[in-house]
């Protein structure tokens, strides 16, 4: 069985939830902030050719009059995180692995438009593309024009029902 998770659009942040996040990073100054390492559990990274993966991505972009994507390493941490946190869960979501918005903040597009896809199961780039692709959410995600750099990953956990487990961040800039 596969499993797929998108997280939708995320335009520039708004002036009330910029405030929000300026309180609330005065309420916790020097209580520490989460770091994008890979939390402890049974997991592999599994090395994925990222130029290829955004030269797939890139031209299904241009099948629909988009620009190309570029790896941005930044997002790869990302990706990488995400996916070992959901590894580690054995479930996918969003938030397992922190906010989306507190996430991307940390891998410095906190004031971007940014979108992730997750996904389970999935042996290879080329299959969970293909269900990105079939899945409207994840297929608009991947479409959107303003996201012109990327991060991908796949963590791979044996002991878990799905075995393996993806993301995608994308992000503008």
């Not at 592999?44 to 990222?50: F, P």
């Not at 620009?67 to 580690?88: C, E, F, M, T």
């Amino acid at each position: 069985m596969r499993f797929f998770r998108s997280a939708p659009l995320r335009p520039s942040l708004r002036l009330g939830a910029a405030a929000l996040g300026l309180t609330a990073l005065l309420a916790l100054a020097g209580c520490g902030t989460p770091t994008l390492l890979a939390p402890d559990q049974p997991t592999s990274l599994v090395i994925l050719d990222e130029q290829a993966a955004a030269a797939a991505i890139s031209r299904y972009r241009a099948q629909h009059g988009l620009g190309p994507v570029v790896i941005d390493s930044s997002l790869i941490r990302a990706a990488s995180y995400q996916a070992a946190s959901n590894a580690k869960a054995g479930r996918l979501s969003h938030e397992i692995g922190g906010t989306f918005d507190s996430r991307m903040a940390q891998a410095g597009f906190g004031r971007s438009y940014a979108a992730e896809n997750l996904s389970a199961g999935s042996a290879t780039f080329d299959e969970v593309l293909a269900r990105w692709k079939a899945s409207s959410e994840h297929n608009k995600n991947m479409l959107i024009p303003q996201l012109r750099r990327i991060g991908i990953a796949r963590v791979d956990a044996p002991g878990t029902r799905y075995k393996r487990y993806w993301a995608l961040v994308m992000a503008g800039g």
